[in-house]
Antibody, heavy 121, light 110 residues
Framework: EVHLVESGGALVQPGGSLRLSCAAS????????MSWVRHTPGKGLEWVAN????????HYVDSVRGRFTISRDNAKNSLYLQMNSLRVEDTALYYC??????????????WGQGALVTVSS | QSVLTQPPSASGTPGQTVTISCSGS????????ANWYQHLPGTAPKLLIY???QRPSGVPDRFSASKSGSSASLAISGLQSEDEGDYYC???????????FGGGTKLSVL
């Protein structure tokens, strides 16, 4: 069974940094794109970033590009999101998500339970 | 503002059929497949429909979907109280190299 477990969520001040982690199990992690998606009550679901199988190519939504960095360690079956220069509007529940179709990286079959990031002074 | 446009709310009574629409453009739904996600209160989002009209294993056949041009729609028949929650359409957006989500539709079962 596929499992994704996020950790690292916290309360942080504006301008601060935080690193989220996602531990994956139950599938061949290195075969699939991975994504971070965030949810806020007001905006709903928003894709944040993704990373290709070997970690060499990454993509970001405009609002986080230059501040957030997605990375992965295939030897550890782990996904990361380094978040710098955090803003109040980054407050959200952050989900780690994976697809199980190599031909459709936009399809997100599996989701973790989320890590809560609160940016507030 | 989301590039994929959904109605903010929908409702129905138990047993009825409800349809949720999703409008996009050539760079997302028009040129790629549409997926639908169910997000129930207190749970993680769940893939409900992929590749325009395919159901993952375990999703009841009460849920169906279709795509035409740059628009997609989700139909839920035999509405049940446990269907209450938010429903999101999504599609690969060429300009992002990532998926884009609709604003979500809050489904109420009256």
């Amino acid at each position: 069974e596929v499992h994704l477990v996020e950790s690292g969520g916290a309360l942080v001040q504006p301008g601060g940094s935080l690193r989220l982690s996602c531990a994956a199990s139950g599938f061949t992690f290195s075969n699939f794109w991975m994504s971070w998606v965030r949810h806020t009550p007001g905006k709903g679901l928003e894709w944040v970033a993704n990373i290709e199988q070997d970690g060499h190519k990454t993509h970001y939504v405009d609002s986080v590009r230059g501040r957030f960095t997605i990375s992965r360690d295939n030897a550890k079956n782990s996904l990361y999101l380094q978040m710098n220069s955090l803003r109040v509007e980054d407050t959200a529940l952050y989900y780690c998500a994976s697809g199980l179709d190599r031909g459709d990286p936009g399809r997100l079959d599996c989701w973790g339970q989320g890590a809560l990031v609160t940016v507030s002074s | 503002q989301s590039v994929l446009t959904q109605p903010p709310s929908a409702s129905g009574t138990p047993g009825q059929t409800v349809t949720i629409s999703c409008s996009g453009s050539y760079s997302n739904i028009g040129g790629n497949t549409a997926n639908w996600y169910q997000h129930l209160p207190g749970t993680a989002p769940k893939l409900l429909i992929y590749n325009n009209n395919q159901r993952p294993s375990g999703v009841p056949d009460r849920f169906s979907a279709s795509k035409s041009g740059s628009s997609a729609s989700l139909a839920i028949s035999g509405l049940q109280s446990e269907d209450e929650g938010d429903y999101y359409c999504a599609a690969w957006e060429v300009s992002l190299s990532g998926p884009i989500f609709g604003g979500g539709t809050k489904l109420s079962v009256l």
